[in-house]
Nanobody, 116 residues
Framework: QVELVESGGGLVQPGGSLRLSCTASGSFSSIKSMGWHRQTPGTLERELVALITPDGIKDYAQSVMGRFTISRDNAENAVYLQMNNLKPEDTAVYYC?????????WGEGTQVTVSS
């Protein structure tokens, strides 16, 4: 069983920055890809924001490329998302994801609100 705990969400003005953190704990041998998804009210889909493999290969949604940076600490089973130049359309609940074996595990989500 894998538990994911996220932190770092909040309210920020357009153009501001936030850093999300997520740490995995529980019984597992290794974590494959880790990443962040987001979901806005009224939508069913959790949009992929960024993904990183154990050896550091990164993938980003087109909408956040150049503004967001994903990183991970394999020793700490942690993944981070540095979000710069935030826009109102980035407002969403952000979910951490960690793939163990063939199972994707999810955190409970952290709210990010970008508003003046």
């Amino acid at each position: 069983q894998v538990e994911l705990v996220e932190s770092g969400g909040g309210l920020v003005q357009p153009g501001g920055s936030l850093r999300l953190s997520c740490t995995a704990s529980g019984s597992f041998s290794s974590i494959k890809s880790m990443g962040w998804h987001r979901q806005t009210p009224g939508t069913l889909e959790r949009e992929l924001v960024a993904l990183i493999t154990p050896d550091g290969i990164k993938d980003y949604a087109q909408s956040v490329m150049g503004r967001f940076t994903i990183s991970r600490d394999n020793a700490e089973n942690a993944v981070y998302l540095q979000m710069n130049n935030l826009k109102p359309e980035d407002t969403a609940v952000y979910y951490c994801r960690a793939d163990v074996g063939v199972v994707s595990n999810w955190g409970e989500g952290t709210q990010v609100t970008v508003s003046s």
